[in-house]
């Protein structure tokens, strides 16, 4: 049984930042996409960042490239977003995903999902 528990979500001024964890259990990862995604209010989830647990291939949406920095720590089964310069439009709940076969940008393709941890910049 995979679980993913995110933490360290919170309110921040903009330009601050924050890490975000998520600490994955049930299994081992390797071949896994862990993937972070986040959904405002109102608005669809949409894709942040990824990364291929084995070898460590990440890629980012835009519109945090650059500011956000994906990683994953194997001895702790875990991944984290770190989010930096972070902006009001950064305000969402964030979601850590994860899947054996899917390795793209699409939310619906994961299998497995974190509770999500909330962020809230402030202007």
């Known amino acids: 049984q995979v679980q993913l528990v995110e933490s360290g979500g919170g309110l921040v001024q903009a330009g601050g930042s924050l890490r975000l964890s998520c600490a994955a259990f049930?299994?081992?990862?390797?071949?896994?996409?862990m993937a972070w995604f986040r959904q405002a209010p109102g608005k669809e989830r949409e894709f942040v960042a990824r990364?291929?647990?084995?070898?460590?291939?990440?890629y980012y949406a835009g519109s945090v490239k650059g500011r956000f920095t994906i990683s994953r720590d194997s001895a702790k089964n875990t991944v984290y977003l770190q989010m930096n310069s972070l902006k009001p439009e950064d305000t969402a709940v964030y979601y850590c995903?994860?899947?054996?076969?899917?390795?793209?940008?699409?939310?619906?393709?994961?299998?497995?999902w974190g509770q999500g941890t909330r962020v809230t910049v402030s202007s």
């Open positions: 049930g299994r081992t990862f390797s071949g896994y996409a």
């Open positions: 990364i291929m647990w084995s070898g460590g291939l990440t």
């Open positions: 995903a994860a899947d054996q076969r899917y390795t793209g940008n699409i939310h619906a393709r994961y299998g497995y």
